[in-house]
């Protein structure tokens, strides 16, 4: 069975671009989650979705993040505009109600010069 | 708040010996408890989970974990650690009626030759 599935596994921009990440989950997992990892502040979640929807965007650093799902096989986490401070590694991970367990992606590094 | 603590951020270890790393969370409803591994680079795998049932779990690569619900913890162990066990290693817990996911800050494990 496929993984999680992030794209780019890597991502150098400049400073004001947009970013914007994807993920597919695991095939019938109704549960997904973006994550933020930095030495500084270890892992943090971003944002969670249910059945496409989104449930808590708490974790979300500010109004420059964005996240959308817009379908069970597609996620998106858009950054716009991008500072040198989002510079981190964003993982995306799935689970099913029942299972709790969430699998996670091989993560997107992203620089923003 | 609920919070996962893994009081040792950097372990070194001789290739061969017995490895235990640590982890309390803070009380609450039915834990469900996880180790995460996350090689140099890579996403996070999943060792073990502990849900209910046998409090001493086994994992992936040798490795086992006991949940002792009076101490709060859930301590990860491996007899015999291999160079290819350095990593760093996530404590994760997940309450009951819950879905997300409160991580420790990580143990960094290094191997002596």
């Known amino acids: 069975d496929a993984g999680v599935i992030q794209s780019p596994r890597h991502e150098v921009t400049e400073m004001g671009q947009e970013v914007t990440l994807r993920c597919k989950p695991i095939s019938g997992h109704d549960y997904l989650f973006w994550y933020r990892q930095t030495m500084m502040r270890g892992l943090e979640l971003l944002i969670y979705f249910n059945n496409n929807v989104p449930i808590d965007d708490s974790g979300m650093p500010e109004d420059r993040f964005s996240a959308k799902m817009p379908n069970a096989s597609f996620s998106t986490l858009k950054i716009q505009p991008s500072e040198p401070r989002d510079s981190a590694v964003y993982f995306c991970a799935s689970s099913r109600t029942s299972g709790r367990t969430q699998y996670f992606g091989p993560g997107t590094r992203l620089l923003v010069l | 708040a609920q919070s996962v603590t893994q009081p040792d951020i950097h372990i070194t270890v001789s290739e061969g010996a017995s490895l235990e790393l640590r982890c309390n969370y803070s009380y609450g409803a039915t834990p469900y408890l996880f180790w995460y591994v996350q090689s140099p680079g890579q996403g996070l795998q999943l060792l073990l989970k502990y849900f209910s049932g046998d409090t001493l779990v086994q994992g992936i690569k040798g490795f086992e974990a006991e949940f002792k619900r009076s101490q709060s913890s859930f301590n990860l162990r491996k007899p015999s650690v291999h160079w290819s066990d350095a990593a760093e290693y996530f404590c994760?817990?997940?309450?009951?009626?819950?879905?997300?996911?409160?991580f420790g800050q990580g143990t960094r494990l290094t191997i002596n030759p």
């Open positions: 994760a817990v997940v309450y009951q009626g819950a879905q997300k996911l409160v």
